[in-house]
């Protein structure tokens, strides 16, 4: 027997253990499905009884004979009543210990249970409570490779966010522009039809990031230069809360939610970042004949890592901006890989500047389609979400991982000069920066491999807003989700893998910088200010208008106008919605834009 080292009162013992001992390691393991260590080549002896939900686990773990003898180390405390014991493996190739489940086994070795519990520190904790047979308490911490086990509960993230993407804009939603790479994406998983989003970059990219109202947050638009801006650094983030659960993280791209020190994505829970810290059409300000480099400082690309402040790279101009979204492709499948090659989950935010103006595609794109800018960038976009699928499989870590492909707004209205060459917002009125319908829905997929059921195709609203409480819950790190705070998106991962056919969200609420401007209920839209554009003056109705999207998809009958008002009764639960969001709001206050905040008292 050995001493563990500081700690006098502890010995170990090894394959000397006591049968009954061994038969409670052999039986955990087995019914785990993780390969037992310590007692080399020994075949399950006795099969321990286990509840009906762990039956078929531990009958497979009995027929097993064990082919890689592993060691396994039960210390076992002297001096506590009753006693406790800890069993660790270290991977001889990794050298790393990790941690595993938490588990409760009750009962005596004719009837045992077994009764599986996630936590934060992923131990697994087996308790006996007196029987004929035995009279302990035994806490046994197992350790395995992450490679094996912890890999597989801990699935990697890619979220793939494209600018201002048109519903229309793919070809399997009717897009003129074929887009294989992303069509054969979404018949992998999940396409979302109702996918809402909110009116301009910077509020959606915050809702992503928080999964609260952007209002609350003080990110509600995107801020004119010179203005106060940029998420608190109290906002507690997708990528804090997935680094706190030990991933790797990183943006490339676009980040457009605050611009100083202190509010960058290396100061809100990104390992690393490249890429921009507002809006691409940046790169066009040093083109124009008036600009003064004195009043505003030339835009720069940037580099930044946690812990240290971020750097300019170099001049952020209409040669840089072409180039960019290649750059972004090329780090996200170098991180990729580095990170499989580590055996550490990650989660990589690959942040696309297209499809927004100034619409310059890469060198090797531009006249590909032979049908303007706007229809090389999308043939672009395409190529690039299937280099990054590539990384993925060529990684090894395809099946493994998550990815959620979608625009951060709609594309704007053909008939503005700014929207460029093309665009489409498909069967749906209006673009950016409306409250219709064509600027609150974008493309949006996603896949896991063996979770979320291939082939499927929903038209269930579901918001930008629910990525951020989902996104937690699958990977099993929901109890790391803020309760001192209102969290607006909602949980969907029952829906997401299939175990129910409806989502969770019945309604969606529009702002327009601080304006409510529409609210989606079920399959009606109440609308209380309009927009036709971006650029067009905003309309109070004297009455809300309402459309049946279902059956209108344009938006073209106000059903109140035509009917008489037979619909009144859906303002009962449109102020509803709008009542309790204000009386949160009161209890809460909203944060101001670019204001330093601290928490609620």
Same mark, same amino acid.
């Given at each position: #027997?050995?001493?563990?080292?500081?700690?006098?009162?502890?010995?170990?013992?090894?394959?000397?253990?006591?049968?009954?001992?061994?038969?409670?390691?052999?039986?955990?393991?087995?019914?785990?499905?993780?390969?037992?260590?310590?007692?080399?080549?020994?075949?399950? /002896?006795?099969? $321990?009884?286990?509840?009906?939900?762990?039956?078929?686990?531990?009958?497979?773990?009995?027929?097993?004979?064990?082919?890689?003898?592993?060691?396994?180390?039960?210390?076992?405390?002297?001096?506590?009543?009753?006693?406790?014991?800890?069993?660790?493996?270290?991977?001889?190739?990794?050298?790393?210990?990790?941690?595993?489940?938490?588990?409760?086994?009750?009962?005596?070795?004719?009837?045992?249970?077994?009764?599986?519990?996630?936590?934060?520190?992923?131990?697994?904790?087996?308790?006996?409570?007196?029987?004929?047979?035995?009279?302990?308490?035994?806490?046994?911490?197992?350790?395995?490779?992450?490679?094996?086990?912890?890999?597989?509960?801990?699935?990697?993230?890619?979220?793939?966010?494209?600018?201002?993407?048109?519903?229309?804009?793919?070809?399997?939603?009717?897009?003129?522009?074929?887009?294989?790479?992303?069509?054969?994406?979404?018949?992998?998983?999940?396409?979302?039809?109702?996918?809402?989003?909110?009116?301009?970059?910077?509020?959606?990219?915050?809702? $992503?990031?928080? *999964?609260?109202?952007?209002?609350?947050? *003080?990110?509600?638009?995107?801020?004119?230069?010179?203005?106060?801006?940029?998420?608190?650094?109290?906002?507690?983030?997708?990528?804090?809360?997935?680094?706190?659960?030990?991933?790797?993280?990183?943006?490339?791209?676009?980040?457009?939610?605050?611009?100083?020190?202190?509010?960058?994505?290396?100061?809100?829970?990104?390992?690393?970042?490249?890429?921009?810290?507002?809006?691409?059409?940046?790169?066009?300000?040093?083109?124009?004949?008036?600009?003064?480099?004195?009043?505003?400082?030339?835009?720069?690309?940037?580099? *930044?890592?946690?812990?240290?402040?971020?750097?300019?790279?170099?001049?952020?101009?209409?040669?840089?901006?072409?180039?960019?979204?290649?750059?972004?492709?090329?780090?996200?499948?170098?991180?990729?890989?580095?990170?499989?090659?580590?055996?550490?989950?990650?989660?990589?935010?690959?942040?696309?500047?297209?499809?927004? %103006?100034?619409?310059?595609?890469?060198?090797?794109?531009?006249?590909?389609?032979?049908?303007?800018?706007?229809?090389?960038?999308?043939?672009?976009?395409?190529?690039?979400?299937?280099?990054?699928?590539?990384?993925?499989?060529?990684?090894?870590?395809?099946?493994?991982?998550?990815?959620?492909?979608?625009?951060?707004?709609?594309?704007?209205?053909?008939?503005?000069?700014?929207?460029?060459?093309?665009?489409?917002?498909?069967?749906?009125?209006?673009?950016?920066?409306?409250?219709?319908?064509?600027? #609150?829905?974008?493309?949006? #997929?996603?896949?896991?491999?063996?979770?979320?059921?291939?082939?499927?195709?929903?038209?269930?609203?579901?918001?930008?807003?629910?990525?951020?409480?989902?996104?937690?819950?699958?990977?099993?790190?929901?109890?790391?989700?803020?309760?001192?705070?209102?969290?607006?998106?909602?949980?969907?991962?029952?829906?997401?893998?299939?175990?129910?056919?409806?989502?969770?969200?019945?309604?969606?609420?529009?702002?327009?910088?601080?304006?409510?401007?529409?609210?989606?209920?079920?399959?009606?839209?109440?609308?209380?200010?309009?927009?036709? *554009?971006?650029?067009?003056?905003?309309?109070?109705?004297?009455?809300?208008?309402?459309?049946?999207?279902?059956?209108? %998809?344009?938006?073209?009958?106000?059903?109140?106008?035509? /009917?008489?008002?037979?619909?009144?009764?859906?303002?009962?639960?449109?102020? /509803?919605?709008?009542?309790?969001?204000?009386?949160?709001?009161?209890?809460?206050?909203?944060?101001?834009?670019?204001?330093?905040?601290?928490?609620?008292?």
């Amino acid at each position: #027997m050995d001493a563990l080292p500081g700690d006098p009162q502890s010995v170990i013992y090894r394959s000397e253990l006591v049968r009954r001992e061994r038969t409670l390691v052999h039986s955990v393991l087995g019914q785990l499905g993780i390969p037992s260590g310590g007692f080399d080549g020994i075949e399950f /002896e006795q099969l $321990l009884a286990a509840e009906a939900g762990h039956q078929k686990l531990a009958q497979a773990a009995h027929r097993r004979r064990l082919r890689r003898p592993r060691r396994i180390h039960i210390r076992i405390c002297s001096g506590l009543v009753p006693a406790t014991g800890f069993a660790t493996r270290l991977c001889v190739r990794c050298k790393k210990l990790v941690t595993l489940g938490l588990f409760t086994i009750r009962g005596s070795p004719a009837s045992l249970s077994v009764a599986a519990k996630k936590t934060q520190e992923k131990r697994v904790e087996l308790t006996m409570h007196k029987s004929k047979t035995w009279n302990i308490l035994l806490v046994i911490a197992l350790t395995i490779c992450s490679s094996s086990v912890g890999a597989a509960t801990r699935p990697n993230i890619v979220y793939i966010l494209v600018d201002n993407w048109g519903w229309g804009d793919i070809s399997i939603q009717g897009g003129t522009v074929e887009t294989p790479n992303i069509d054969e994406l979404a018949s992998q998983g999940l396409r979302l039809t109702n996918f809402n989003v909110q009116n301009q970059c910077t509020p959606t990219r915050s809702a $992503l990031q928080t *999964g609260r109202l952007p209002i609350r947050s *003080g990110t509600q638009r995107a801020a004119s230069p010179g203005t106060p801006n940029g998420m608190a650094p109290w906002e507690y983030t997708i990528a804090e809360l997935l680094s706190d659960a030990g991933y790797a993280t990183a943006l490339y791209g676009k980040w457009h939610i605050g611009d100083i020190d202190g509010r960058l994505p290396n100061d809100q829970g990104y390992d690393e970042w490249y890429g921009i810290k507002g809006s691409a059409m940046e790169a066009s300000y040093t083109s124009t004949p008036q600009f003064d480099p004195t009043v505003y400082d030339v835009p720069q690309l940037w580099t *930044g890592q946690r812990g240290s402040r971020s750097k300019a790279v170099k001049d952020f101009n209409l040669k840089a901006r072409a180039l960019l979204d290649a750059e972004i492709v090329d780090k996200t499948k170098a991180f990729i890989h580095r990170q499989a090659r580590e055996q550490k989950p990650f989660f990589v935010f690959a942040a696309f500047t297209q499809i927004h %103006p100034p619409y310059l595609p890469h060198p090797d794109f531009d006249g590909a389609s032979k049908a303007g800018a706007y229809a090389d960038i999308r043939m672009q976009l395409d190529q690039y979400v299937g280099d990054i699928l590539e990384a993925l499989d060529e990684a090894g870590v395809a099946e493994d991982t998550i990815v959620v492909l979608t625009g951060d707004n709609a594309a704007g209205e053909p008939t503005e000069a700014w929207a460029g060459d093309g665009g489409s917002n498909g069967p749906w009125r209006g673009g950016l920066s409306t409250g219709y319908e064509g600027g #609150m829905r974008t493309p949006g #997929m996603v896949r896991w491999p063996g979770k979320v059921p291939a082939g499927q195709v929903s038209d269930e609203i579901f918001a930008d807003l629910d990525w951020y409480p989902t996104l937690a819950t699958l990977i099993g790190e929901q109890d790391r989700i803020p309760h001192d705070r209102p969290i607006d998106g909602i949980d969907q991962t029952e829906f997401l893998l299939g175990q129910k056919a409806n989502s969770n969200r019945d309604h969606v609420v529009l702002y327009v910088g601080d304006s409510v401007f529409s609210v989606k209920w079920r399959t009606l839209k109440v609308h209380f200010l309009t927009a036709e *554009g971006t650029f067009s003056p905003i309309v109070q109705h004297t009455f809300p208008q309402v459309y049946d999207i279902k059956n209108d %998809p344009g938006e073209m009958t106000d059903l109140w106008a035509v /009917e008489g008002f037979a619909h009144l009764w859906v303002r009962k639960p449109v102020i /509803e919605i709008l009542v309790r969001q204000a009386a949160s709001m009161k209890e809460f206050p909203n944060i101001s834009p670019g204001a330093e905040f601290h928490g609620y008292k």
